[in-house]
């Protein structure tokens, strides 16, 4: 029987695909699924560096429609100290309660992703993360080669927007704003059989 992290990605990653149906009838060749994914963010404060990454998030993204999402399991950052990732876990993200966070927002730029290039964008939508939504619009670079489609971006959150508390006991351990760095390479989805 998978655990209650298995169910909650396999609910969110449903509401993801749920978002790109109903945001149109599109071929099967217009939806793409991450076979790749990178997040990793960067914490630089007075007393110490904290840094994570996690490459089990995914995302699908409707080409025709030029819109995206993408879930990031949070207990899945891997950290080089086991104690930073326990703090993370249950003192900032509380992952206990917030098991995911999530994106799903439309590139803003008239770009044809089914051409080769690469192409400066904003995608505007909700950043959900602590369970506190956000609109955001964000900088990144999309790369179309081949069958392949990739996404970068690197953008920072402020930790009181998501309602994440430092204790003050830790508040020069910690730096208000953290770096996200995020790397996306998507391939066709394969229809069902």
């Known amino acids: 029987m998978p655990g209650r992290q298995t169910i909650n990605i396999m609910k969110n990653l449903f509401s993801i695909i749920v978002f790109v149906t ?5 071929s099967a060749q217009s ?41 990031v399991p949070n207990i899945e950052f891997e950290f080089e100290s086991p104690l930073m990732g326990e703090h993370f ?12 966070s999530s994106f ?25 993360i602590h369970g506190v939504e956000q609109d955001r619009t964000i900088k ?6 081949g069958d392949r489609i990739i996404i970068d ?11 994440i508390k430092v204790p003050k006991i830790v508040v020069k351990n910690l730096a ?7 790397h996306l ?3 066709p989805k394969k229809p069902k059989q």
């Open 22 to 26: 109903v945001i149109g009838v599109a």
């Open 31 to 71: 939806i793409y699924e991450t076979d790749t994914t990178y997040v990793h963010f960067f914490s630089d404060a007075p007393l110490e560096k904290i840094e994570a990454k996690n490459t089990k998030s995914r995302s699908l993204l409707n080409v025709s429609k030029k819109e995206m999402g993408m879930v």
């Open 89 to 100: 876990n249950e003192n900032y993200m509380e992952t206990h309660k917030y098991k995911t």
């Open 104 to 128: 799903k927002g439309k590139i803003n730029e008239d770009v044809d992703l089914t051409k080769e290039g690469t192409y400066e964008v904003t995608t505007t939508g909700k950043l959900n």
């Open 140 to 145: 990144g670079t999309v790369t179309v080669k």
């Open 153 to 163: 971006t690197k953008f920072q959150v402020k930790l009181e927007d998501h309602k």
């Open 176 to 182: 208000e704003v953290v770096d996200l760095t995020i």
């Open 185 to 187: 390479e998507y391939i």
